[in-house]
């Protein structure tokens, strides 16, 4: 079973910006839609970012504008630029399949934004 390796997180200002990768093995990545998900201290886990296998995205409300996901399949690496990072951003990012989380859920990458 296939547990993917997130990287890139930090500390930052807000205004600031970031760039996570999330790397998985498997021939299959190329096929899967993929997502970018958060969980911030004492809430639930959302997805903020997705990119299915043919290029579509779609983004959280709350970072459209801001975050962008892309992906190499070449590297089985999924991205996301984060720009204009905000105090409510900060959480544990992870990367996984959807709309099944197929991988195993990875350890994230911690995000902190300081106001």
């Known amino acids: 079973q296939v547990q993917p390796v997130e990287s890139g997180g930090g500390l930052v200002q807000a205004g600031g910006s970031l760039r996570l990768s999330c790397a998985a093995s498997?021939?299959?990545?190329?096929?899967?839609?993929m997502g970018w998900y958060r969980r911030a201290p004492g809430k639930e886990r959302e997805l903020v970012a997705s990119?299915?296998?043919?290029?579509?995205?779609n983004y959280a409300d709350s970072v459209k504008e801001r975050f962008t996901i892309s992906r190499d399949n070449a590297k089985n690496t999924v991205y996301l630029q984060m720009n204009s990072l905000k105090p409510e951003d900060t959480a544990v990012y992870y990367c996984?399949?959807?709309?099944?989380?197929?991988?195993?859920w990875g350890q994230g990458t911690q995000v902190t934004v300081s106001s």
């Open positions: 498997g021939s299959a990545f190329r096929l899967y839609t």
């Open positions: 996984n399949t959807l709309p099944l989380a197929f991988y195993y």
């Open positions: 990119l299915t296998s043919g290029g579509g995205t």
